[in-house]
């Protein structure tokens, strides 16, 4: 793979957080990522913590139709069919949008915003489609584009629920049939998914994200077990 140009001389070490704190659910589709953010905003909201939450994509708004268009397979049927780098800008794009019209004055003015999904979800699904060798340039690329380039704030905390892809594929045909719905061209290709695990796995071990283990013996653990992790983790950010 050709090395993308550099716009910036930063490494991602070297980006300056901004005022506020930002934390992050991240996962893999199957993960109860959505379950456990909802948790924990509603722990948070019962002991009346001041904070902002935002899901990503926000499919509702114009600013995500690219990234619309990708998944519901106008620009190919298949995730490779779209570059990493491409199919990246469609979600940065969105992420900005966000960050400029809803929340940046919140943030730094302070505030603390928790996100389910931020740029760590391309490097987990985007970076699936890099070779292994290369995939650590392709997410300094990632951080060095998003924080270095359009300026989006840089995670305090990003906490990465690590599932298997058994799991994963059975959680999330029973989410399918509960709200009946239909699988993107993501969530069709179960070898697309497995080398997202595997891709995520090597990101948080590259940014040094907080790993759960969401799995035990071949078996999820328990809603109240994981958030309880999830909680220990991002309560030290609320004083």
Same mark, same amino acid.
């Given at each position: ?18 005022? %506020?704190?930002?934390? &992050? *659910?991240?996962?893999?589709?199957? #993960?109860?990522?959505?379950? +456990?953010?909802? /948790?924990?905003? =509603? ?66 003015? %302070?505030?603390?915003? &928790? *996100?389910?999904?931020?740029?760590? #979800?391309?490097?987990?699904? +985007?970076?699936? /489609?890099?070779? =292994? ?66 891709? %995520? ?39």
């Amino acid at each position: 793979m050709k090395k993308p140009p550099r716009f910036a001389r930063r490494a991602k070490d070297d980006i300056i957080l901004m005022q %506020g704190t930002l934390i &992050v *659910l991240e996962g893999i589709d199957g #993960s109860g990522k959505s379950t +456990q953010y909802k /948790k924990l905003c =509603e722990r948070l909201c019962e002991q009346s913590r001041d904070f902002m939450q935002i899901t990503f994509p926000r499919y509702d708004k114009e600013s995500s139709a690219l990234l619309r268009a990708y998944l519901n397979g106008e620009f190919g049927s298949k995730p490779g069919d779209v570059n990493a780098f491409a199919a990246s800008t469609f979600y940065a794009v969105d992420r900005y949008a966000s960050f400029k019209t809803d929340w940046e004055q919140y943030f730094q003015n %302070g505030g603390t915003v &928790v *996100l389910d999904r931020y740029t760590t #979800s391309n490097a987990c699904h +985007q970076g699936s /489609k890099i070779p =292994e060798a290369e995939r650590p340039a392709f997410l300094d690329w990632l951080y060095e584009f998003e924080f270095g380039i359009l300026g989006l704030p840089k995670p305090s905390l990003v906490i990465y629920l690590d599932t298997d892809i058994s799991v994963s594929r059975r959680q999330m045909s029973e989410r399918q049939n509960e709200t009946n719905t239909k699988a993107d061209i993501h969530e069709k290709d179960f070898e697309y998914l497995a080398q997202c695990l595997y891709a %995520g796995r090597a990101a948080a071990a590259h940014y040094g994200w907080h790993k759960i283990a969401c799995v035990k013996d071949g078996e999820m653990r328990s809603i109240a077990d994981i958030h309880e992790e999830v909680y220990a983790a991002a309560s030290r950010f609320f004083k």
